[in-house]
């Protein structure tokens, strides 16, 4: 009869686990400071007591909203330690000391939870880890998110409590007032400077002119064109108080919006005593449009030209100003383009740039005679750039005339010769974004004959090589860097990778499969290698 014998089990140690914590208070929290200051320590303690736990730190937001992760540097600080293989384990009191945003919620645990590090929520008794983990957690953190909207209505509500009594949200700063207890005074000292503005600007001056002059003689305050323009435009110095001129359009994002009839306004009168008289207020207010409809041709300090405010954007209707393009040979060519591109607004507006000469030649072209600035301009209303490649001509009479146009860059002047050149150039200059080494442009796809391309992982912070058609379209996998540098410090048999002999001695690498790749020489020979695929190989 066979003899069994029962063996005991063996335990196994699973090795210390490294524990952080987060906690964050907010600045609407009530005693923020104390609370802050017992959850360090009650984290602290708690960590260090646990002899399976190693202390990682507790990381900690203080006066920090948890609507967003931007802005709160110590929970950034916390995930890029994860990402660095530092914490195998984070420790939170709850769901929305975490994070009050349902999306970045889920994807930041996510994220971690891909790279094997994992969160436990106290008060929800929550393992990211676990199996039944994610779903408690988006439900909950549903909740988490609808406490911070209920809490940014019980604000609005309190906010246009105080409106509907004449009463400010908060006392902002006003440049010629001073706040004493809950009434705006007149500062007299900055009074004087806002009656000159308006003075000045209705003798004649631009906006410009009265900058340059308070710069030289008020050296101790700071004057720009917007402050001197929002200066001219603000009611309060008639004594008027508008309230809820923006809103928060998302408690989640906070973002400010000016308020165009979203939200209602509230219009106080006689709120405090004016610094300028309504009537010079109002001739200042038709003085700012009546230079507006003017355009830049009214202001001396822009340098116009007959056409300035004929061309228009047929894309969004904002007028086209006249800037200088400078070619790659150092030549420059006089150019119109659409003054909201150039105003952090491309991506609203898609009007193309056109040369100078272009609008000149084809205005000659459907007008059928020779004309210079001068006479186009006497003869169109305006000139409208539509569409990829259409250019029309309103012509003061009344009719329309439309020509096509093509912007040629470089085609219509360099010659073959030339462009030769410039691309010997570029491949021998490579303009460097961060992603480029002495790999770039040496690794090619054995599959489809694309170059691969580098990235940073994100999940452990190296580099790798991909190729440019994707995964999906050739199935080859990313080469870590570190893997790399080891199958050439063999091929060459070095002790060491060595970037100078690799570039002295390698013409190029050709990646054949997931296991396989080829060196090219620049003798001539080739040597086909293997290589590992495996993430263990991952070198920094």
């Avoid at 906070?254 to 106080?268: A, D, F, Q």
């Avoid at 607004?345 to 072209?365: N, Q, S």
């Avoid at 490649?389 to 012509?395: A, K």
């Avoid at 990235?455 to 912070?461: A, D």
Wanted: charged share 30%.
């Amino acid at each position: 009869m066979a003899k069994i014998i029962k063996l005991k089990r063996r335990k196994v140690n699973p090795g210390v686990v490294r524990t952080a914590a987060y906690a964050r208070v907010s600045k609407e929290s009530e005693r923020s400071t104390h609370s802050l200051a017992a959850q360090v320590s009650y984290y602290s303690n708690l960590i260090q007591s646990n002899p399976e736990w190693e202390y990682a730190g507790v990381y900690i937001d203080s006066y920090i909203t948890g609507s967003k992760t931007s802005g709160r540097d110590g929970f950034n600080k916390l995930i890029a330690e994860c990402d660095a293989g530092n914490i195998d384990l984070v420790l939170v009191k709850s769901i929305s000391r975490f994070a009050r945003n349902t999306v970045d919620l889920l994807n930041t645990v996510r994220h971690l939870k891909e790279i094997g590090v994992a969160v436990v929520f106290e008060k929800e008794h929550i393992n990211t880890l676990s199996a039944d983990g994610e779903f408690l957690l988006t439900v909950l953190a549903s909740f988490a998110q609808e406490e911070i909207t209920s809490m940014s209505n019980n604000i609005k509500w309190s906010l246009q409590k105080k409106f509907r009594e004449g009463l400010p949200a908060q006392q902002y700063k006003v440049f010629g007032y001073d706040w004493q207890d809950d009434r705006m005074i007149i500062n007299e000292d900055e009074a004087v400077i806002v009656r000159r503005i308006f003075s000045d600007f209705l003798a004649g001056q631009s906006v410009t002119e009265i900058r340059n002059t308070f710069e030289k003689e008020y050296t101790d305050l700071k004057f720009s064109r917007n402050r001197i323009s929002n200066v001219l435009k603000n009611e309060v110095y008639i004594g008027r108080l508008i309230m809820q001129k923006t809103y928060s359009a998302s408690p989640i994002t906070k973002k400010e919006k000016r308020n165009n009839g979203e939200m209602p306004m509230y219009v106080v009168e006689d709120h405090h005593e004016p610094i300028i008289d309504a009537a010079v207020f109002e001739a200042a207010q038709t003085e700012y449009k009546r230079r507006a409809e003017f355009g830049a041709v009214w202001n001396k300090y822009i340098n116009t030209s007959p056409l300035t405010g004929k061309l228009k954007c047929g894309c969004c209707g904002s007028n086209y100003i006249k800037d200088v393009y400078y070619k790659s040979n150092g030549s420059k060519e006089r150019i119109w383009v659409c003054k909201r591109t150039t105003h952090g607004h491309a991506a609203e507006c898609k009007g193309r740039r056109i040369p100078d000469k272009t609008v000149k030649a084809k205005f000659i072209e459907v007008y059928g005679a020779e004309c210079d600035e001068a006479k186009i301009a006497e003869l169109v209303s305006k000139i409208v750039v539509s569409g990829e490649n259409l250019i029309e001509y309103h012509f003061k009479d009344g009719t329309v005339a439309a020509a096509e146009w093509e912007l040629t860059g470089n085609k219509d002047r360099w010659t073959d010769e030339e462009r030769s050149q410039r691309s010997r150039y570029v491949k021998e200059h490579p303009i460097n974004t961060g992603r480029m080494n002495c790999f770039t442009s040496k690794i090619q796809c054995g599959v489809c004959g694309e170059n691969f391309r580098r990235h940073r992982i994100r999940s452990t912070g190296a580099y790798g090589w991909g190729c440019a058609s994707g995964k999906r379209v050739c199935g080859l996998r990313w080469v870590r860097e570190g893997e790399l540098k080891r199958v050439i410090k063999e091929a060459l048999e070095l002790s060491e990778f060595d970037e100078e002999l690799y570039k002295e001695r390698i013409k190029r690498i050709v990646v054949l499969s997931n296991n396989e790749l080829t060196l090219y020489f620049k003798d001539g020979t080739e040597k086909t290698v293997p290589w590992n695929s495996r993430k263990s190989n991952a070198v920094k």
